[in-house]
């Protein structure tokens, strides 16, 4: 099939990249000339594992093409994805302000049928506003089109995988030519496609993200009372984990979620309700608990180590998860700030978002960039574990004791076996455990 993808963003590119390698042809529009340059060099503007690769050999077989055009897009195929941002508005509410500009232009431009597909995440009955749009906007009244709900479900880290090998494919459409559409472009995946209605699948993506948030924090308060009570989360989570009804996944306690995702959804999802008339108490506590994570992981520090004043504090892991290189809303941009305003000297290493975190935090008196995970270590007083990169998880503890002078590990993301790291020698603080 013929596909344009509209946004060359984390969604966009995985979208666009994945289509081309299950063998459709894709064209993706994408405003900032500097980033077609780079991808039409075979370059992904960001980290993420595996889509360079995918994304050169997709070049190479000529599945995959780049434009800044929107009409070059949208005479291209008859199904336009539309992948564009919607960033968050200071009232927590998304900007759909790119979303509108694509329907708008879209309708100026088409001359036949297409079908307009969202796939970032956006508010319910956003495709009642798209409809409208392109109702106003379309030169010829005898042109038809759809538009359609087809929310995206992948991790960064895992995008790919997660892109081809979904748990489910969500699908909301309005008439049966938009559904032979998706059922051809979806054919050959084998996991349960859902058909509904489009303000039904814009929910079910908006619900399911809050949902994950929820169990998140759930756990996090699990593991505040751990910690008093002498428990352990991680074993709670694996004694709740067994029961089918609940699922271990996404019951892992540590410093809270950050991301693009989760803080920003979370927020939308209380408006959409408090747009409706309803209080979602309940995602407002979530959200709440999330935001105390990495005070309270501060406090925790000082707890350990009294004052921090110029103190050499090791830190390692700044992406919001591992296997990226992505820092927005990453709980180490507001531990580091609280650590640094403490007066405290921060050695600080991540193996891919040091770039982007010295826009936050250039290099100063109270903040350097080590090299390596052991470089962080030299001389400090506690190593701080935020992020739970596999090569920390299989770090020479022995060199890290040496290294450092005091042998005090603060574990945000509970990546060692409590008993291992105490025989070491360590003083180890992992998080409800
Ligand atoms: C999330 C969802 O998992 C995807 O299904 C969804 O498509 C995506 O948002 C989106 O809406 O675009 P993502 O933000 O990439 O994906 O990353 P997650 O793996 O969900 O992690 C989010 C945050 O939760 C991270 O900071 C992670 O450290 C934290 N987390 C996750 C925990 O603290 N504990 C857990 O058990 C799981």
């Known amino acids: 099939m013929r596909i344009t993808v509209v946004g060359g963003g984390y969604v966009g590119l995985t979208t666009g990249v994945c289509f081309a390698h299950l063998g459709n042809q894709v064209m993706v529009v994408e405003k900032i000339k500097e980033k077609v340059e780079l991808l039409r060099a075979g370059r992904s503007p960001i980290y993420e594992p595996g889509l360079e690769e995918l994304l050169q050999e997709n070049i190479r077989q000529k599945r995959i093409i780049f434009t800044t055009n929107l009409r070059e897009g949208i005479e291209f195929s008859e199904v336009i994805f539309i992948c564009v941002g919607t960033p968050q508005r200071p009232d927590g509410s998304a900007d759909l302000s790119q979303v509108e500009e694509v329907a708008r232009e879209t309708a100026k431009l088409m001359t036949s049928y297409k079908l307009l597909v969202e796939k970032s995440t956006v508010p319910i009955n956003t495709h009642r506003l798209i409809k409208k749009t392109v109702q106003r906007y379309i030169r010829d009244p005898n042109i038809t089109y759809d538009v359609a ?167 390692w892991g700044l992406s919001f998860k591992p296997n990226t290189d992505d820092i927005r809303e990453a709980p180490s941009i507001k531990i580091v700030d609280l650590l640094v305003r403490e007066g405290a000297k921060l050695s600080l290493y991540d193996p891919k978002a040091v ?79």
């Open 149 to 315: 709900s087809n929310p995206e479900f992948l991790r960064e880290g895992s995008a790919i995988e997660d892109f081809l090998k979904p748990d489910r494919i969500v699908v909301g459409v309005e008439s049966q030519r938009a559904k032979e559409i998706f059922e051809e472009l979806y054919k050959d995946f084998d996991c349960p496609i859902i058909y509904t209605d489009p303000a039904t699948a814009e929910l079910i993506k908006h619900a399911s993200n809050s949902f994950l948030a929820m169990k998140i924090s759930f756990i996090n308060m699990i593991a505040d009372l751990c910690e008093k009570a002498g428990a352990d989360v991680k074993l709670v989570a694996d004694g709740m984990g067994y029961d089918k009804r609940i699922g271990r996944a996404f019951l892992n306690a540590g410093i809270g979620y950050g991301g693009s995702c989760f803080p920003k959804d979370v927020k939308a999802f209380i408006r959409i309700a408090q747009d409706y008339g309803l209080d979602f108490g309940l995602l407002r506590e979530v959200e709440k608990i999330n935001q105390e994570r990495p005070i309270k992981f501060v406090e925790k520090i000082k707890g350990i180590l009294w004052s921090l004043r110029d103190k050499k504090l090791a830190v």
């Open 355 to 433: 770039e982007n975190f010295k826009v936050l935090f250039p290099e100063g008196k109270q903040v350097s960039y080590a090299r390596d995970m052991y470089e962080a270590l030299d001389g400090a007083s506690a190593l701080l574990i935020l992020t739970e990169w596999d090569e920390f998880q299989r770090a020479n503890l022995k060199r890290v004791k040496e290294l450092m002078e005091l042998p005090i590990i603060v574990d945000g993301r509970n990546i060692f076996e409590t008993e291992h790291v105490k025989s070491l020698g360590f003083e180890y603080y992992p998080v409800g455990r």
